[in-house]
Structures are given as C-alpha cells and as structure tokens.
C-alpha cells in the first residue's frame, strides 16, 4: 500500500464577503466587463467559482465568464491563449436570482502558487451592480472596461479604468492538495483593508505554503444592527446574517474575528443624525453575547476561533470616552475568555504607549480610526504563526 498518495480535494484560495454596494443614480450598468486579478495561495489543476447575487434584489444575467492567467501579476492584461470559459451547467451564459449564489462547473486549469489568474466577467444586459463589496490593500484591485472584453488578452486603455468594488464573485476554489486550508478574516472596514492582503504576502515571504487566507469583510458592518434605508445601506448586514453564511468556507480550519467598533462608534442621537439613534448603543455584555454567537457559529461549523482586539479611536469625530470604555471592557473580555483559540491583540500592537487610546506614531491613517498601511502590516506581523501552521 501506497502511503504518499497525495489525496485532493476543494480548497477556497480566495475569497470575500457580498455587501450592498454604495446607493448612486447609475445604479444599472450595460456592456461592462469586470476583471479580478487573483493571488492563488496553492498550485491546482481544476478550479470553481461562485457568483453571489445575495444582496441583489432583482436576478443578474452574467453573459460570459472567462479564467485566464495574468500577465503580469496584479495587472490588467492576461496571456494570449490562456483564456478558458467557465460554464454553469454547461452553459457559458448565468443567471444569478436575486439573493442567491452560483457554483461554476468544475473547470480544468493549470494553476500555480503566486502567479495571478484573472477572472472576467462581462455583462451585455441592463444590471442591477448591488452585490458587493469594497476592498483595499496590494493584492486586492479589479478593472473594468466598457465592451466585451471578457476574453480578449488586453483591456484597452482608453476604456478601461480601476476599482476597488468586487461585484457578484465571492469564492474561488482550487483543486489541490488536501493537505492545504484556509484562514477566514472576518471583520469590518479594517479588515476589508489592507491587513488580509499583508497576511496573503508574510504566507510567501515566509514560505507557508499550504495556507490561504480568506476575507470576509464588508465597510461599515456592525454586529448588532444594520441600516435599513437608502443612505446607509451600503454600510452592510449585521453579523447575524453575515456570520453564518460567510464562515461557510469550504476548507477553511479557523477564522480570525476583528469586529464591533462600529457598534460603539456609530450612534450619535437622533438629534445630529435620524438614523443614528442613541438606542442603537450597546452594553459591553450585547457585545460580547454577540461575539458568543459568533463563536458559537465557528465552531458548529468546525472553525477554530480566534479574535482580534479592538483598535484605537482617540481623536475619532464621535471619540468620547465613554465608547472607549465601552471598548476596552469588550477588549478586556476578548482577552482574558478561555471560549476561543487565542486572542490576536491587535490593540496592544498599534497603540500609543502614553496614551493608549490613541494609535503609537506612523499607526493612525488621519482620520484616527483606521490604521495607515504601516499598522496594516504590523497587523499581519502580530498574527501567531500557530493560526497559519497546521
């Protein structure tokens, strides 16, 4: 009997969570090609990926779907030739119905650790562009391109610009060794920056090969609540229905949690702002309870978990010291629980150590809430190497 058989299996390689897009007039787009160059984390031969309309309130017609190899990595072109369709039962041409997510047929294609593939979409109908999310950070950029260019190896310049908003394309999932995982980042605006993506490039530098990390953030997200109106609608659903489906990762092992400083920053009365009532604050225990339902959640769903501590908010324009109070106690909790793998303090790495309520120098990105890109590295740098080794 052979015992080096290397088995395989499904790994999520990349990954993000599926928010509302930010409310505009142009809230329709026609003849738009969309293209996501992707980091993978693992060498594979076959891949599928998933199209979620899960926030979209009519269904999406996706006309054609195409995986290339990148030309160069984070770029815009892709390689001459390399380009495959990636079908759905069969079919180049997709619907995604409103709040529901596609699985692509299984796809052969050559894939390497490090070299970028690109996923293109385009769509020749009128489109609802409402799920999706805004992400930041050196490995996370998209194009997109008036016409169809889906399969063509270059987007042309004169019609092509960049963004940041990753529309309908959640998951992609690499057929490799089963010896690989993934890492879930679950969290807010912080996490949908720049910190995920440092965590991706200290796995290469470092040689970690058999881990990915995973995203699954959205801006503006709190634990507790959710905005129902059109203001304030692209700031997310509240954990209780994210968590249970964007932990869903389909080889992940654990997660990292960084959430809940919206919860304590966002209410101001009624009185400065109508949908941001004083009843929406919080206790520290509301808070807590809801990062037990998470964890609850995890590890119904076999994750070990792990938590990041709250960062700073000194200087803040709702800073008042009772919320810092409010973050410290929620802080203090994360800590000091045994109802989690380990704390990642995150807090402790950033702050000021004269003044802990603000970021230490070269941490604070201006507007005294979220961390520049210093501090998103030295928040890769703190993660311990037991979450990214088996």
Known sequence: MDTNVNHQKYI??????ISIADRRPENYAKDLTLRYPIRPMFDGTKLKIT?????GTEAVRV??????????????AVVEGSSVAVTFDGKESVVL?????????EITFAVTRGDDIS????????????????ITGPLSKGFYCVGDYAESAKL???YTRNTNWFYFLSNVEIYTSDTNRAVICYGDSITSQAWPDYLSLRLFAENIEHTAIVRRAASGTRILRQYENITYDSYGLK??????REAKVTGAESVIIQHGINDIIHPVGVEVNPFRPWSDLPTAEELIQGLKRYISWAKEFGLTVYMGTLLPIYGWRTYEPFRDELRNTVNDWIRTTTEIAGCIDFDKALRDRENP????????SGDHLHPSEQAYFQMAAVVPNTVLHK
């Not at 119905?97 to 047929?105: K, M, R």
């Open 156 to 158: 042309p310049l004169d």
């Open 239 to 244: 954990g209780d229905i994210r968590f249970p």
């Open 63 to 76: 006309t054609r779907v195409f995986v290339a190899k990148t030309k160069e990595n984070g770029g815009r």
């Open 12 to 17: 999520t390689t990349w990954g993000n969570a």
């Open 357 to 364: 309520a603000a970021f230490a120098k070269g941490f604070d």
């Open 119 to 134: 996923v293109s979409l385009y769509f020749g109908d009128f489109t609802l562009m409402r799920s999706a999310v805004f």
């Open 51 to 55: 199209l979620d309309n899960f926030c």
């Open 97 to 105: 119905p409103a709040g529901e997510a596609v699985i692509s047929d």
